[in-house]
């Protein structure tokens, strides 16, 4: 049966809390219509027109705004992901499509547990703008996944505190246990055999911490990948 929590009306699946070790079958099921979804973002990230006006999008309130800021950043990971294999840049080697593929799907389906979890609730899906992205050259792929996956980990950092639930809480620590890997392997083969895995810019030497960044600062830098307009003025802070 499905959980509800009575305060914010948000709905936790059966095994949410748990670690799942997702194979294909069970991956394809848990993300709903994969290949119809992927086909539908990869297009849109290549939309000749990235100006076109798109009706604006209110994360809402107390933790299902939270949890609509993380679905938000999901997904436009998802999308530019699909978009990378669909379009793999010139060079890219069997190694790196296997790592970018497991990325993917990862978001993928961190996006469908976040849709799932909140329901009637959830924002409307979002249209991504790629147009700055070089999908073809691997530097302009591996650089904006860098700073997808930075961005990505300092915005789980700094929305834990801002959650109240208890559960939202520990789904939040585990999806950020997995970009952070994301992040370091995106660094490593951008600077192979390197510190950069856990750079002084991303982790302070003084405290061993990643860096933590507030809707505020995370959500302008987000905005220019995506057509639809977010505003937050209502999340907490």
Excluded: W
């Amino acid at each position: 049966m499905k959980k509800q929590d009575n305060e914010s009306g948000l709905t936790m699946l059966p095994g949410q809390l748990e670690p799942v070790k997702v194979g294909r079958r069970l991956f394809l099921y848990y993300a709903g219509a994969l290949t119809a979804g992927g086909a539908m973002l990869a297009a849109c990230g290549n939309e000749e027109n990235p100006t076109t006006v798109m009706a604006p999008v209110d994360l809402g309130t107390g933790d299902t705004g939270i949890l609509n800021y993380a679905y938000a950043l999901e997904q436009l990971e998802a999308a530019f992901y699909t978009q990378v294999i669909a379009t793999p840049y010139s060079g890219m080697t069997d190694a790196e499509k296997t790592l970018l593929s497991d990325i993917r799907d990862h978001e993928i389906v961190h996006r469908e547990f976040l849709k799932a979890a909140l329901g009637t609730s959830a924002i409307a899906g979002l249209t991504p703008n790629f147009a700055s992205i070089n999908f073809t050259d691997r530097a302009s792929v591996l650089g904006t996944a860098k700073a997808f996956e930075d961005l990505g980990v300092s915005a789980y950092n700094g929305a834990g505190p801002l959650i109240t639930n208890p559960d939202y809480l520990a789904v939040a620590g585990k999806i950020v246990s997995v970009e952070a890997r994301h992040a370091a392997a995106i660094r490593d083969l951008l600077n192979p055999k390197s510190a950069d895995f856990a750079g002084d810019d991303v982790v302070a030497p003084a405290t061993g911490l990643d860096v933590s960044n507030p809707p505020a600062t995370v959500l302008p830098i987000a905005q220019k990948y995506v057509k639809t307009t977010i505003t937050a003025t209502n999340l907490p802070k």
